[in-house]
């Protein structure tokens, strides 16, 4: 008995894994820059989610267990990397990129979003942050997957509109924002 119930647990991890590894690749690649370590990152999150495959009740929560595992991973990685310092006898003229431009951005992207009606809200952040499909985002917000299409069509025309026209100091040029 014991034996049949692990096939079964192997068989739904295997058809987990081939329905969500491209999401979860995605969703690698915004932790890890390179795409090699963002595919070592999904394996790694995936050997270590399997063994508390049968822990996880509500199979609909996978995908987020499975980022957070991804999210500590990618830390223990960064924690246990060497620092390697090189000495030498000039100091290099490269200006160092502190992240200041990048918070900068994000600031700026939290604001632009305050504009925007709370529905609007949630579907954008639920297609491009959380990197839901237009369907998971229907499910999740009880639409229809045409509705969520409009919504999040009028809700980025309505943020382009803000950052092009509104006190942000962005300039779209036609070559780059062309929908």
Same mark, same amino acid.
């Given at each position: 008995?014991?034996?049949?119930? *692990? /096939? %079964?647990?192997?068989?739904?991890?295997?058809?987990?894994? #081939?329905?969500?590894?491209?999401?979860? +690749? =995605?969703?690698?690649?915004?932790?890890?820059?390179?795409?090699?370590?963002?595919?070592?990152?999904?394996?790694?999150?995936?050997?270590?989610?399997?063994?508390?495959?049968?822990?996880?009740?509500?199979?609909?929560?996978?995908?987020?267990?499975?980022?957070?595992?991804?999210?500590?991973?990618?830390?223990?990685?960064?924690?246990?990397?060497?620092?390697?310092?090189?000495?030498?006898?000039?100091?290099?003229? *490269? /200006? %160092?990129?502190?992240?200041?431009?990048?918070?900068?951005? #994000?600031?700026?992207?939290?604001?632009? +979003? =305050?504009?925007?009606?709370?529905?609007?809200?949630?579907?954008?952040?639920?297609?491009?942050?959380?990197?839901?499909?237009?369907?998971?985002?229907?499910?999740?917000?009880?639409?229809?997957?045409?509705?969520?299409?409009?919504?999040?069509?009028?809700?980025?025309?309505?943020?382009?509109?803000?950052?092009?026209?509104?006190?942000?100091?962005?300039?779209?040029?036609?070559?780059?924002?062309?929908?």
């Amino acid at each position: 008995m014991a034996a049949s119930g *692990a /096939v %079964v647990e192997f068989d739904e991890f295997e058809e987990y894994v #081939r329905t969500r590894q491209d999401a979860l +690749l =995605r969703s690698a690649r915004r932790l890890v820059p390179d795409p090699t370590d963002a595919q070592d990152l999904v394996q790694t999150a995936l050997v270590r989610t399997f063994p508390r495959w049968d822990d996880i009740s509500d199979k609909g929560l996978a995908d987020a267990y499975m980022r957070r595992v991804m999210i500590n991973t990618r830390t223990e990685w960064w924690r246990s990397r060497r620092l390697d310092e090189v000495p030498t006898s000039e100091v290099p003229d *490269a /200006v %160092v990129d502190d992240g200041a431009e990048q918070r900068a951005d #994000r600031e700026m992207l939290l604001d632009v +979003l =305050r504009v925007l009606a709370p529905k609007q809200r949630q579907v954008v952040l639920m297609r491009h942050y959380s990197q839901l499909t237009t369907e998971e985002t229907a499910r999740a917000l009880g639409m229809s997957t045409g509705t969520v299409k409009s919504t999040l069509h009028r809700a980025l025309a309505r943020l382009r509109h803000e950052l092009e026209h509104g006190s942000y100091g962005y300039s779209c040029k036609e070559d780059v924002c062309a929908a």
